[in-house]
């Protein structure tokens, strides 16, 4: 009782019918989709996600989305006479009520010297994504799926983007990277971006150096030189104690075009500092207006 007496069909092989490279991206996408939709990240492909909020002339405010994907994690194949690892990235920014405002998708090709030392690849690859987005608080979500495994990885970050409209002082996310080893200093006809190649993961090796970048809005020009007068503090700390203070020192303006975005940059050598987590807090202080503000990330020492 219960069972059928007759025997059960054959499984049929699943049939296919041809598909154009427009539909495999539209299958890829939704399956990219469906992970990042998941109630839970996906952790078969373990990715880092930074989120770093500046504001750019001509552009507003911008979200970068720098995303982390493990080399060891890939699958290397023979592909266009080459070895090479094929993944597929995608990601969504959805306000506090949920609605989408704008996504990406992208394609991702690492190529090998030779297959050897594909088994052995352990490189990090980073993938920065831009989005210009009203004030506000976003959520991130990004999904990579490997082409040839089928791996997938998804993660989720939060951000929240200041008004710099009501003219107060107010500063952008802290760029981490590493750069030469030199001293803490200001190098503010640097104002570009891409100076700091960014780190997601904020992970440093003892003997390199941290280089970090941010910019300050909304200081006061007086009405003598037509300058302002904003200062600059670095700290380094380590259970709420700090191991690395620099003297509070002036930014330096002259001949920048766009006083309304003050860069400054700096490098901290991390040969004196030992291996774990640290707070990155960098203060400005506008002695105009007597405004300050200041932001914390955290960075780790390995």
Do not use: C
């Amino acid at each position: 009782k219960g069972f059928f007496d007759v025997e059960p069909a054959p499984a049929v092989a699943e049939t296919k019918s041809p598909t154009t490279p427009q539909d495999d991206t539209k299958i890829l996408v939704t399956k990219l989709r469906e992970a990042i939709s998941a109630a839970y990240p996906k952790l078969e492909m373990p990715l880092t996600l930074g989120l770093n909020y500046y504001d750019i002339a001509g552009k507003g405010p911008t979200v970068a989305a720098a995303v982390q994907i493990p080399g060891e994690f890939l699958t290397f194949g023979p592909r266009n006479e080459k070895t090479q690892a094929v993944a597929d990235i995608t990601g969504i920014f959805f306000d506090e009520k949920g609605i989408a405002k704008t996504n990406f998708y992208d394609r991702l090709v690492t190529t090998s010297p030779s297959p050897e030392e594909a088994k052995n690849y352990h490189g990090d690859i980073t993938y920065t994504y831009q989005a210009n987005l009203l004030p506000g608080l976003y959520q991130v979500r990004v999904a990579v799926r490997d082409d040839l495994s089928g791996r997938t990885g998804s993660i989720h970050g939060w951000i929240e983007i200041p008004d710099i409209s009501n003219k107060r002082l107010s500063m952008s996310s802290l760029l981490l990277g590493e750069g030469a080893q030199n001293t803490i200093t200001n190098v503010s006809n640097d104002n570009e971006v891409g100076s700091v190649r960014l780190s997601p993961s904020h992970r440093f090796q003892a003997l390199s150096t941290l280089r970090f970048m941010t910019f300050a809005y909304n200081a006061t020009i007086s009405s003598s030189d037509q300058q302002p007068d904003l200062a600059v503090q670095v700290q380094v700390i380590r259970d709420d104690q700090p191991v690395v203070t620099s003297a509070v020192r002036k930014v330096s303006t002259e001949g920048m075009p766009d006083l309304a975005r003050i860069p400054y940059a700096a490098e901290i050598p991390l040969n004196g500092l030992q291996p774990g987590r640290y707070i990155l807090q960098i203060s400005f202080i506008d002695r105009l207006s007597k405004q300050s503000t200041s932001r914390q990330t955290h960075f780790d020492i390995n």
